[in-house]
């Protein structure tokens, strides 16, 4: 038979107890006298909350810098934490605008006048409304900010762009003065007075302006590029190159430098050059149609018309309607013995424009049209003629 016998219970040690108590002494002595110990090695230390202040030092930072990109992620990041601020919707926009990212310059300026309608909004609704194309919408958003600050100098800045962009140069030079004097260290309005000139075809007066503004901002990449499109019209080619060289140092990722540099060794007679600084443009950004549209020019220049085929096809496909790419694009079917493929774009080139020549001796290469009629030259009578 089993017969159930507990367990004696053993008593505790007065040692062990002792020992406990020690412990628990220890633990409380830390926990009340020396925090700090607990916190470091057995509590996550806590990551600050960055403010709002400092993401826009920061983008301001970066902007100064011609760090225009991170500038704009950090706006975009300081919007999360405030959607009704408008100043970073403001700068934003600008930078964006600047970016030649047209479409959303719009959507953040819109977003910004429609938290807060004041003129520093809207002139910023005006300039991106400008950039997009957009004239119209520009010169009312322009106007109304005028009116409700009247000594607010971009606004007067971006105004006259907008009259320059419709022709009207004495309204835009009015206005691009005014703005300069209202503040003669805003950057946008000595760009714009410089982009006012320019448009007049007053190039050595637009070169100091832009020469002004890149004294105010010598970080940014579309100033050397306005300097340098004049002294191109002016057939200053050294400049010009160096302006748009300069360009690019100050921005590595601005397209229209690598295709306005390329452009510029095109004029001096550089193919090689300009082959390389246009193709490099294209790997900046893949979608600029100009640079196809000079890179198919430079590759039809060299002969090389396996090349510019596809080159003009695609600065075509992104919106440019040039007669000369057109009959230039015929004329590399037409030497590559390919009159099927090109009669087409040299029939589209000659509806566009009915005084391109190349267009109608393609035509007649292929067979299509009769050669011109050769003029024979008229001899006047005079008193010494037989």
């Known amino acids: 038979m089993y017969y159930y016998r507990p367990e004696r219970k053993r008593r505790s040690s007065p040692v062990r107890v002792l020992i406990l108590l020690v412990l628990i002494g220890g633990v409380l002595y830390v926990v009340t006298q020396r925090p700090e110990l607990v916190t470091s090695h057995f509590v996550p230390t806590p990551t600050p909350t960055r403010s709002l202040a400092s993401y826009l030092d920061e983008a301001e930072a970066l902007y100064l810098r011609g760090e225009l990109d991170d500038a704009i992620h950090l706006y975009e990041k300081a919007a999360g934490l405030d959607?009704?601020?408008?100043?970073?919707?403001?700068?934003?926009?600008?930078?964006?605008?600047?970016?030649?990212?047209?479409?959303?310059?719009?959507?953040?300026?819109?977003?910004?006048?429609?938290?807060?309608?004041?003129?520093?909004?809207?002139?910023?609704?005006?300039?991106?409304?400008?950039?997009?194309?957009?004239?119209?919408?520009?010169?009312?958003?322009?106007?109304?900010?005028?009116?409700?600050?009247?000594?607010?100098?971009?606004?007067?800045?971006?105004?006259?762009?907008?009259?320059?962009?419709?022709?009207?140069?004495?309204?835009?030079?009015?206005?691009?003065?005014?703005?300069?004097?209202?503040?003669?260290?805003?950057?946008?309005?000595?760009?714009?007075?410089?982009?006012?000139?320019?448009?007049?075809?007053?190039?050595?007066?637009?070169?100091?302006?832009?020469?002004?503004?890149?004294?105010?901002?010598?970080?940014?990449?579309?100033?050397?590029?306005?300097?340098?499109?004049?002294?191109?019209?002016?057939?200053?080619?050294?400049?010009?190159?160096?302006?748009?060289?300069?360009?690019?140092?100050?921005?590595?990722?601005?397209?229209?430098?690598y295709d306005l540099l390329g452009w510029a060794y095109f004029a001096e007679g550089d193919y090689g050059l300009a082959a390389t600084q246009l193709e490099t443009a294209i790997e900046v950004d893949p979608e600029y149609a100009l640079a196809y549209g000079h890179l198919g020019v430079t590759y039809y220049v060299q002969r090389n018309y396996e090349a510019a085929i596809p080159t003009l096809k695609k600065a075509i496909e992104l919106g440019l309607d040039s007669v000369e790419y057109y009959?230039?694009?015929?004329?590399?079917?037409?030497?590559?013995?390919?009159?099927?493929?090109?009669?087409?774009?040299?029939?589209?080139?000659?509806?566009?424009?009915q005084t391109a020549l190349p267009a109608y001796q393609g035509m007649v290469l292929c067979g299509e049209w009769e050669p011109l009629p050769t003029a024979t030259p008229t001899v006047t009578p005079t008193a010494e003629s037989p």
């Open 83 to 257: 959607p009704d601020n408008t100043t970073i919707y403001v700068r934003w926009s600008r930078l964006l605008a600047i970016r030649h990212r047209t479409a959303e310059a719009v959507q953040r300026a819109q977003e910004a006048a429609s938290k807060l309608e004041n003129a520093k909004t809207l002139a910023a609704l005006c300039m991106a409304l400008d950039w997009d194309g957009q004239y119209a919408e520009a010169l009312k958003k322009c106007q109304t900010a005028i009116q409700l600050d009247p000594e607010y100098a971009e606004a007067h800045a971006y105004l006259a762009e907008v009259y320059a962009d419709l022709v009207s140069w004495d309204r835009a030079l009015e206005e691009a003065e005014l703005a300069v004097s209202l503040d003669d260290t805003s950057v946008d309005a000595h760009r714009n007075l410089g982009y006012v000139l320019e448009k007049q075809g007053r190039y050595h007066n637009a070169i100091s302006e832009y020469e002004r503004a890149i004294e105010l901002q010598p970080k940014l990449g579309y100033l050397y590029i306005g300097l340098g499109r004049n002294y191109l019209v002016l057939a200053d080619y050294d400049s010009a190159v160096e302006q748009f060289q300069k360009a690019i140092q100050v921005d590595t990722d601005n397209v229209e430098g």
């Open 327 to 353: 009959y230039e694009l015929g004329l590399s079917y037409v030497y590559l013995d390919q009159c099927e493929e090109a009669i087409p774009w040299l029939e589209q080139a000659w509806y566009v424009d």
